[in-house]
């Protein structure tokens, strides 16, 4: 039942969904990198007022970031849930089919 075929769909799914987080991870890096950027340039404001400014607006920025990234998440992982199912049905109605 569990033959090479579906050993390598299954390898398949796996690769995707690693990819998938590569990808994620990349991306908040990246994001990550461009915020340590930012707030090592607050020092260069001129008043009080304006690194109050800048403080608060990169807060905000990285707030943002963690939101989108935590939705990303969660949505990848919905989408990797689902195809697990999914391939995990098929898989069994082979099984139950060859019976």
Known sequence: MW???WQERWA?????????QRL???DQFSTGL???EE???LPQANT???????TAALCRKMMETMRQTQEAQFRNYQSAA??????M????AAGWAAT
């Open 39 to 41: 707030a090592c340039r």
């Open 12 to 20: 398949g799914l796996a690769a995707e969904l690693v990819h998938q």
């Open 24 to 26: 994620t991870l990349e």
């Open 3 to 5: 033959d090479q075929h």
């Open 82 to 87: 689902a195809r697990c199912a999914e391939l």
């Open 34 to 36: 461009r915020h340590i």
């Open 48 to 54: 009080v007022g304006e690194m109050q400014q800048r």
């Open 89 to 92: 049905m098929k898989w069994l």
